[in-house]
Structure formats: structure tokens, C-alpha cells
């Protein structure tokens, strides 16, 4: 169980990587790489998907993928920083965090019925 939290925890770095090559690509090599992190992205995802709750993996991945890419547009592309931002982003790592507790805490009572 442990391996498909961390495709998962892939995928979701590859989601930011991806996603910010759409915004700042320019040269073929760099929408090459893009489209690599895409594809490879989506095959971590689907391979997570198999052995953990459906609606659990989409929801961690998005909001990884979104609280990672704000991130990352801050620290490495200098977006200007904003309290109510840094505020929804901590929300949104507290979700991800809720849900994978959750998500152990059910296969545990499964393990037990």
C-alpha cells in the first residue's frame, strides 16, 4: 500500500512539472519534456489507482498538483506571495493529508471485518 502512495506522490510532482511547462515553455525540447511529464504522469496515476480508493487518488492528485504548482510558481518563477494564498494552499495540504489518514484508517477496519 505504502508503493502506491508514493506513485502517487510522483505522479503528483510530475503534474507540476507538467503543468508549469505548459505556461513557460517555449523551445520544441521543453514541450517534448512537457508532454513526457503528461503522459508519464497520468501512467503513475493509473497504476496508484489500482490498489488505492478511486476518489481518494483524483483528489490527492489535483490537490497536489495544484498546491504544488502555486508553490512552485512562487519559489521558482517569482510570483509575488499572498497571505490568502499561502492560507488555501495550507488547506489544501491539510485535505490531502485528512484524506490519506482516512484512506488507512478504513483499510484498517476492513483488515478487521
Do not use: Q, R
Request: charged share 15%.
Amino acid at each position: 500500500m505504502k508503493k502506491e502512495w508514493g506513485l502517487l506522490m510522483v505522479a503528483g510532482a510530475f503534474e507540476v512539472v507538467w503543468v508549469s511547462g505548459l505556461k513557460h515553455a517555449t523551445a520544441w525540447w521543453e514541450w517534448l519534456i512537457t508532454a513526457a511529464l503528461l503522459l508519464a504522469s497520468i501512467k503513475v496515476l493509473i497504476d496508484s489507482a489500482a490498489k488505492l480508493p478511486v476518489g481518494t487518488v483524483y483528489a490527492v492528485f489535483t490537490g497536489l498538483g495544484t498546491a504544488g504548482t502555486a508553490i512552485a510558481e512562487i519559489a521558482v518563477f517569482g510570483e509575488p506571495v499572498d497571505a490568502l494564498k499561502l492560507l488555501f494552499i495550507a488547506s489544501l495540504a491539510a485535505g490531502v493529508i485528512g484524506l490519506k489518514l482516512l484512506s488507512g484508517e478504513n483499510k484498517a477496519k476492513e483488515g478487521e471485518a
